[in-house]
């Protein structure tokens, strides 16, 4: 069965007639009496939400250093301290705080989201208690109270309606994404119904639009249907990036390489050489400085939080670091329809007439648009005038208003037009400002009503009379919309030749069969209609029989139009875009499955050009009834959800996952937000999104643009691919550092003198890796990093290329550094103090002490080592500087006109770096500092030519290895046993799931949590009869 977060068994009672439910909750119209209410609140608890767990400050520092990378700046922190370098330790402790600086302002945990929920509950309610009125705090509500609730009100818990007046419609977008309100009744609904057709419910927070009514509570606090969201949210895991997961295990993987490395050098100083124990110890914890990379994570955290400001001014912003990388393997994007997809504003689109059917353009409430007919040609001037006439009733017979608001936080609108009342009543408006009305108040004050029918959902139709003018005894005409269906019917005749003075017979057979094609196309038609009526019949007491019970028809059909809340135009840009780049789309909405697969066909989500009969669009209902097992194997060819509970999304989600897809889901409601923490990466709308959705989600759009998503896309995929190039720069120079420092131990150098001091490499570490890798970190995206497939799950950062780079380019700054290091030694005459120290050493050496055996002598810093080392230290940045031209691009020559116009910050880099070096090795003071001494001409020369070998050679290395060298890697990696396939090196996603992590990136430590502490017991409110409830457990929670 579905693996639902809160094992609850429900009561339906949208399914329980009202007799029953007074009688279940042992209530009564007139309400409970003040001590039973008192009673029921000891009993039950009050009507909030349970707050989740906060972890302390301590906790949250802490689970920003529980990461591999954290711990190897600590280590490096510690080697320095060791080898007395109290500057270096300050540096890196600076680096540590700084990194964990940025997770915390960065990472605002998502449980914060149950808070946001918090905020929108309604802070005060009218019951009824011993049959009267009473105002009172929404959290002291109980089950089995009786609630009176009206437009303008947010429900203060979840009701069964007993009884409705005048139309009472509730809003619950925020629940169900349906863009109308919903007319509530009294009558009992099927047991199976989805969310959003349980028409005799009134959910917790959502609005009442319009109307009145009373219902009975059946649910309060965390059983409400808002409050099972927010346990939702609470209780989903965020998931663990795939660049965490990468960097934990190439942390793991390079602390072992340095441990090996670390107990050679040791054994080799101290057993082989006599070094010592204190001398070989600094020896192991030098090269082991040399080869960890304590500035990766900075340059990791840098790129990143770059690539977050990027991504922030192209309206992405960023709520969680990873969450870069992440979006440059999306597979999969599961998009909520309405808001998101869709403007959340309803549009008129077509406009039928008995002579032809017409488009109206534009999008929203903006009144920017046209009128075409059917070969899509704007209509002249005096023919818009003539539509406008004919179809004005859709602009008198209006309740609702539409002004500009200037004062909108939306930076990319000029003007927002901001709707009062209905969606639909807005859109007719829309419709009238584009064929020509200036101000609608003014049009409507020129044509007075003076009587009318409200709308009602039991007859379908709203009708006004208005005068023809202002002046006393004006002509008087009823102008009706409503239903198709049922006003069809009470027409007498139809406007001819789109003419208002010309009308003929009603043909009914042509007006069913166009509304019935426009509703199959999932647009909601509303019929407009006229006639001529007699002031006789004009009363305060008008109701629906005016129509109903007139003796024959009488109304003129003056057309259909069709309303629908459209997709964006930006939005169908991006999916195309998308899917070019191997990205499918899915669309998961509340709303109804013909509307769903409108908008999906108009998106290109689905093939525009299939039936819709051929086009298989699961709704909530046929999920629930599905196990685990079912859904993941519908969940791939299925593009289009309707009618999707909070449960349901959540579920597509998880079941996407579970079919090895990294998935994207945006949406902007309450009812978004678990499937938004749940997913790989969770977007919200930055405007029309709720706070709810936005504190879920590790991606929010400023703009509510879904085009934003696949511009973030492919800077997700740009992240990667520099990431790529700054591993693959960083540890080919960090092994060359520390290798040196190995190998001139086992060559015996010049009785085993070391090329380059510790100071020398954290230097290099610290300061000219953290800059080349930072003019990587901003290479633009390569031209075809939209039509590549998306990264493979599980891919690895430390992969194949990069290991093979480790060995070729390490090996080569190697023999470069220790040549020259060597050639230097064996090319300066010796001083005084060399030869000094020789005759010193042989005489240690015969008078050496026998217990220990060690050697004494300590190793000087004479002109000729130092020189000797400058050359050394000088030869690796310039070596590294060239092979960072190599690393910009992974697979193309470097031997092109782009590596000179693209990417200015390279050349800043390198001339930042050479000047660095110049000061480093001639400025007095600081050279000595640095182990170094002025070095001549030659010696610059053959550094130079040395760099420039590198360069090429890496060059050649790119097409030849390619071909020769990278497929036995690759085969000498393949998986061997039972591991086979594309997925041999992934990790599966409940694998991912067994063991959660307290940091929010990758730990080395698996540190296993609960996910959730609150206990069910401990939860406010309750969900179920109260009639035979023994205690609280008989409440079903």
Same mark, same amino acid.
């Given at each position: 069965?579905?693996?639902?977060?809160?094992? @609850?068994?429900?009561?339906?009672?949208?399914?329980?007639?009202?007799?029953?439910?007074?009688?279940?909750?042992?209530?009564?119209?007139? #309400? &409970?009496?003040?001590?039973?209410?008192?009673?029921?609140?000891?009993?039950?608890?009050?009507?909030?939400?349970?707050?989740?767990?906060?972890?302390?400050?301590?906790?949250?520092?802490?689970?920003?250093?529980?990461?591999? &990378?954290?711990?190897?700046?600590?280590?490096?922190?510690?080697?320095?301290?060791?080898?007395?370098?109290?500057?270096?330790?300050?540096?890196?402790?600076?680096?540590?705080?700084?990194?964990?600086?940025?997770?915390?302002?960065?990472?605002?945990?998502?449980?914060?989201?149950?808070?946001?929920?918090?905020?929108?509950?309604?802070?005060?309610?009218?019951?009824?208690?011993?049959?009267?009125?009473?105002?009172?705090?929404?959290?002291?509500?109980?089950?089995?109270?009786?609630?009176?609730?009206?437009?303008?009100?947010?429900?203060?818990?979840?009701?069964?309606?007993?009884?409705?007046?005048?139309?009472?419609?509730? !809003?619950?977008?925020?629940?169900?994404?349906?863009?109308?309100?919903?007319?509530?009744?009294?009558?009992?609904?099927?047991?199976?119904?989805?969310?959003? +057709?349980?028409?005799?419910?009134?959910?917790?927070?959502?609005?009442?639009?319009?109307?009145?009514?009373?219902?009975?509570?059946?649910?309060?606090?965390?059983?409400?249907?808002?409050?099972?969201?927010?346990?939702?949210?609470?209780?989903?895991?965020?998931?663990?990036?795939?660049?965490?997961?990468?960097?934990?295990?190439?942390?793991?993987?390079?602390?072992?390489?340095?441990?090996?490395?670390? @107990?050679?050098?040791?054994?080799?100083?101290?057993?082989?050489?006599?070094?010592?124990?204190?001398?070989?110890?600094?020896?192991? *914890?030098?090269?082991?400085?040399?080869?960890?990379?304590?500035?990766?994570?900075?340059?990791?955290?840098?790129?990143? =939080?770059?690539?977050?400001?990027?991504?922030?001014?192209?309206?992405?912003?960023?709520?969680?670091?990873?969450?870069?990388?992440?979006?440059?393997?999306?597979?999969?994007?599961?998009?909520?329809?309405?808001?998101?997809?869709?403007?959340?504003?309803?549009?008129?689109?077509?406009?039928?007439?008995?002579?032809?059917?017409?488009?109206?353009?534009?999008?929203?409430?903006?009144?920017?648009?046209?009128?075409?007919?059917?070969?899509?040609?704007?209509?002249?001037?005096? $023919?818009?005038?003539?539509?406008? $006439?004919?179809?004005?009733?859709?602009?008198?017979?209006?309740?609702?208003?539409?002004?500009?608001? !200037?004062?909108?936080?939306?930076?990319?609108?000029?003007?927002?037009?901001?709707?009062?009342?209905?969606?639909?009543?807005?859109?007719?408006?829309?419709?009238?400002?584009?064929?020509?009305?200036?101000?609608?108040?003014?049009?409507?004050?020129?044509?007075?009503?003076?009587?009318?029918?409200?709308?009602?959902?039991?007859?379908?139709?709203?009708?006004?009379?208005?005068?023809?003018?202002?002046?006393?005894?004006?002509?008087? /005409?009823?102008?009706?919309?409503?239903?198709?269906?049922?006003?069809?019917?009470?027409?007498?005749?139809?406007?001819? +030749?789109?003419?208002?003075?010309?009308?003929?017979?009603?043909?009914?057979?042509?007006?069913?069969?166009?509304?019935?094609?426009?509703?199959?196309?999932?647009?909601?038609?509303?019929?407009?209609?006229?006639?001529?009526?007699?002031?006789?019949?004009?009363?305060?007491?008008?109701?629906?029989?005016?129509?109903?019970?007139?003796?024959?028809?009488?109304? /003129?059909?003056?057309? *259909?139009?069709?309303?629908?809340?459209?997709?964006?135009?930006?939005?169908?840009?991006?999916?195309?875009?998308?899917?070019?780049?191997?990205?499918?789309?899915?669309?998961?909405?509340?709303?109804?499955?013909?509307?769903?697969?409108?908008?999906?066909?108009?998106? #290109?989500?689905?093939?525009?050009?299939?039936?819709?009969?051929?086009?298989?669009?699961?709704?909530?209902?046929?999920?629930?009834?599905?196990?685990?097992?079912?859904?993941?194997?519908?969940?791939?060819?299925?593009?289009?959800?309707?009618?999707?509970?909070?449960?349901?999304?959540?579920?597509?989600?998880?079941?996407?996952?579970?079919?090895?897809?990294?998935?994207?889901?945006?949406? +902007?409601?309450?009812?978004?937000?678990?499937?938004?923490?749940?997913?790989?990466?969770?977007?919200?709308?930055?405007?029309? #999104?709720?706070?709810?959705?936005?504190?879920?989600?590790?991606?929010?759009?400023?703009?509510?643009?879904?085009?934003?998503?696949?511009?973030?896309?492919?800077?997700?995929?740009?992240?990667?691919?520099?990431?790529?190039?700054? &591993?693959?720069?960083?540890?080919?120079?960090?092994?060359?550092?520390?290798?040196?420092?190995?190998?001139?131990?086992?060559?015996?150098?010049?009785?085993?003198?070391?090329? &380059?001091?510790?100071?020398?490499?954290?230097?290099?570490?610290?300061?000219?890796?953290?800059?080349?890798?930072?003019?990587?970190?901003?290479?633009?995206?390569?031209?075809?990093?939209?039509?590549?497939?998306p990264r493979r799950k599980g891919k690895r950062l430390f992969g194949k290329m990069v290991f093979w780079h480790c060995i070729f380019v390490s090996g080569i700054m190697v023999v470069c550094v220790l040549g020259n290091f060597a050639y230097t030694l064996n090319n300066i005459e010796k001083s005084a103090e060399d030869y000094?120290?020789?005759?010193?050493?042989?005489?240690?050496?015969?008078?050496?002490?026998?217990?220990?055996?060690?050697?004494?002598?300590?190793?000087?810093?004479? =002109?000729?080592?130092?020189?000797?080392?400058?050359?050394?230290?000088?030869? !690796?940045?310039?070596?590294?500087?060239?092979?960072?031209?190599?690393?910009?691009?992974?697979?193309?020559?470097?031997?092109?006109?782009?590596?000179?116009?693209?990417?200015?910050?390279?050349?800043?880099?390198?001339?930042?770096?050479?000047?660095?070096?110049?000061?480093?090795?001639?400025?007095?003071?600081?050279?000595?500092?640095?182990?170094?001494?002025?070095?001549?001409?030659?010696?610059?020369?053959?550094?130079?030519?040395?760099?420039? %070998?590198?360069?090429?050679?890496?060059?050649?290395?790119?097409?030849?290895?390619?071909?020769?060298?990278?497929?036995?890697?690759?085969?000498?990696?393949?998986?061997?046993?039972?591991?086979?396939?594309?997925?041999?090196?992934?990790?599966?996603?409940?694998?991912?799931?067994?063991?959660?992590?307290? %940091?929010?990136?990758?730990?080395?430590?698996?540190?296993?949590?609960?996910?959730?502490?609150?206990?069910?017991?401990?939860?406010?409110?309750?969900?179920?009869?109260?009639?035979?409830?023994?205690?609280?457990?008989?409440?079903?929670?």
């Open positions: 069965m579905p693996d639902t977060e809160m094992a @609850v068994e429900e009561t339906k009672w949208h399914s329980i007639a009202v007799a029953e439910i007074l009688t279940l909750q042992s209530t009564s119209p007139d #309400g &409970l009496s003040d001590s039973e209410a008192e009673g029921r609140l000891k009993k039950f608890g009050t009507n909030e939400l349970t707050p989740p767990p906060k972890p302390s400050f301590l906790m949250k520092v802490f689970i920003q250093i529980n990461n591999i &990378l954290i711990y190897i700046l600590i280590a490096a922190a510690i080697v320095a301290g060791v080898l007395q370098d109290w500057a270096e330790v300050a540096l890196i402790g600076g680096v540590v705080v700084i990194n964990v600086t940025i997770g915390l302002v960065q990472e605002g945990r998502a449980e914060q989201a149950a808070a946001a929920i918090q905020g929108m509950l309604s802070s005060k309610a009218t019951v009824i208690r011993g049959g009267e009125r009473k105002m009172i705090d929404a959290k002291n509500v109980v089950p089995g109270d009786v609630c009176f609730i009206q437009s303008g009100d947010r429900c203060p818990a979840d009701l069964r309606m007993i009884e409705v007046t005048g139309n009472c419609g509730i !809003l619950e977008a925020m629940l169900t994404g349906e863009s109308n309100p919903i007319s509530k009744h009294t009558d009992v609904c099927l047991p199976q119904s989805a969310l959003g +057709d349980r028409k005799n419910m009134a959910f917790s927070a959502t609005m009442v639009m319009t109307g009145q009514g009373k219902g009975v509570v059946c649910g309060t606090g965390d059983l409400a249907e808002i409050g099972k969201i927010s346990a939702m949210v609470s209780n989903v895991d965020s998931q663990k990036t795939n660049l965490m997961v990468q960097l934990e295990m190439f942390g793991r993987w390079i602390s072992v390489f340095v441990l090996i490395i670390a @107990v050679i050098t040791f054994c080799v100083a101290y057993l082989v050489h006599d070094f010592e124990l204190g001398d070989a110890f600094k020896s192991t *914890v030098a090269i082991a400085v040399a080869i960890i990379p304590e500035g990766l994570p900075a340059v990791v955290t840098i790129s990143l =939080a770059l690539a977050m400001q990027m991504l922030a001014n192209n309206n992405a912003i960023i709520r969680q670091l990873p969450a870069v990388e992440t979006l440059g393997s999306v597979t999969v994007i599961c998009s909520d329809k309405t808001g998101t997809l869709t403007k959340n504003e309803m549009t008129v689109q077509l406009m039928q007439t008995s002579t032809q059917q017409y488009k109206m353009t534009g999008v929203g409430y903006s009144p920017v648009g046209v009128v075409q007919d059917e070969n899509s040609k704007d209509l002249p001037d005096e $023919k818009v005038a003539r539509m406008l $006439k004919m179809f004005e009733g859709a602009v008198l017979c209006n309740d609702a208003g539409i002004f500009k608001n !200037l004062n909108h936080k939306n930076p990319n609108v000029p003007i927002a037009w901001e709707p009062i009342g209905y969606p639909t009543e807005v859109a007719l408006l829309t419709m009238g400002m584009k064929m020509g009305i200036k101000e609608v108040k003014e049009y409507k004050d020129l044509q007075p009503r003076v009587g009318g029918v409200p709308f009602a959902s039991e007859h379908k139709f709203m009708c006004c009379v208005h005068a023809a003018s202002t002046a006393p005894g004006a002509p008087l /005409t009823i102008h009706v919309k409503g239903a198709p269906d049922r006003l069809i019917p009470q027409c007498k005749n139809q406007v001819m +030749d789109d003419d208002l003075s010309k009308v003929g017979p009603i043909d009914e057979n042509y007006w069913q069969d166009k509304a019935s094609q426009m509703s199959g196309l999932g647009l909601r038609c509303l019929a407009i209609c006229r006639a001529d009526f007699d002031p006789k019949d004009l009363s305060d007491n008008m109701d629906a029989d005016l129509l109903l019970k007139a003796p024959t028809p009488f109304l /003129t059909m003056i057309g *259909v139009v069709a309303i629908l809340d459209p997709p964006r135009p930006e939005a169908i840009e991006g999916v195309a875009v998308a899917q070019m780049a191997g990205i499918v789309v899915k669309m998961i909405t509340g709303d109804h499955p013909a509307t769903a697969t409108a908008i999906a066909k108009m998106l #290109g989500i689905v093939d525009p050009k299939l039936q819709e009969s051929s086009i298989r669009t699961y709704t909530g209902p046929e999920l629930d009834a599905m196990d685990d097992e079912g859904m993941d194997s519908i969940v791939l060819e299925c593009n289009v959800f309707a009618r999707a509970s909070p449960e349901n999304k959540i579920r597509i989600v998880k079941s996407l996952q579970r079919r090895g897809q990294t998935v994207s889901m945006t949406g +902007d409601g309450v009812n978004d937000a678990p499937a938004l923490k749940a997913a790989n990466i969770g977007v919200a709308m930055g405007i029309t #999104g709720t706070d709810v959705s936005k504190e879920a989600a590790k991606m929010v759009l400023a703009d509510d643009n879904f085009a934003t998503i696949v511009k973030a896309v492919r800077e997700g995929r740009r992240v990667w691919d520099n990431l790529v190039k700054i &591993l693959l720069y960083n540890m080919p120079v960090n092994f060359a550092q520390g290798l040196s420092v190995f190998f001139a131990y086992i060559v015996d150098i010049d009785g085993h003198q070391v090329p &380059l001091t510790a100071i020398q490499v954290l230097y290099v570490n610290m300061i000219t890796s953290v800059t080349m890798g930072l003019m990587l970190a901003m290479e633009p995206a390569e031209d075809d990093i939209m039509q590549r497939p000094l120290y020789e005759a010193e050493k042989a005489a240690d050496k015969i008078t050496k002490d026998q217990a220990s055996g060690r050697r004494a002598v300590k190793v000087p810093k004479t =002109a000729r080592l130092m020189e000797a080392r400058a050359v050394a230290f000088n030869m !690796l940045v310039f070596a590294e500087m060239a092979y960072a031209l190599n690393c910009r691009f992974l697979k193309e020559s470097a031997f092109n006109f782009k590596m000179f116009t693209e990417n200015k910050w390279c050349w800043v880099s390198i001339a930042v770096t050479t000047v660095l070096q110049i000061f480093l090795t001639y400025t007095p003071g600081v050279r000595e500092v640095f182990s170094n001494a002025p070095i001549g001409g030659a010696s610059w020369a053959l550094i130079l030519a040395c760099s420039l %070998a590198v360069f090429v050679l890496v060059e050649i290395e790119k097409v030849i290895g390619i071909h020769y060298v990278m497929p036995h890697i690759k085969s000498a990696c393949a998986p061997r046993g039972c591991c086979t396939g594309d997925g041999e090196h992934e990790r599966t996603q409940s694998e991912l799931n067994q063991v959660q992590f307290f %940091a929010s990136g990758a730990s080395t430590f698996g540190l296993p949590t609960r996910a959730g502490s609150a206990n069910a017991g401990e939860r406010h409110g309750a969900q179920g009869p109260v009639a035979g409830a023994a205690g609280t457990s008989g409440y079903n929670v």
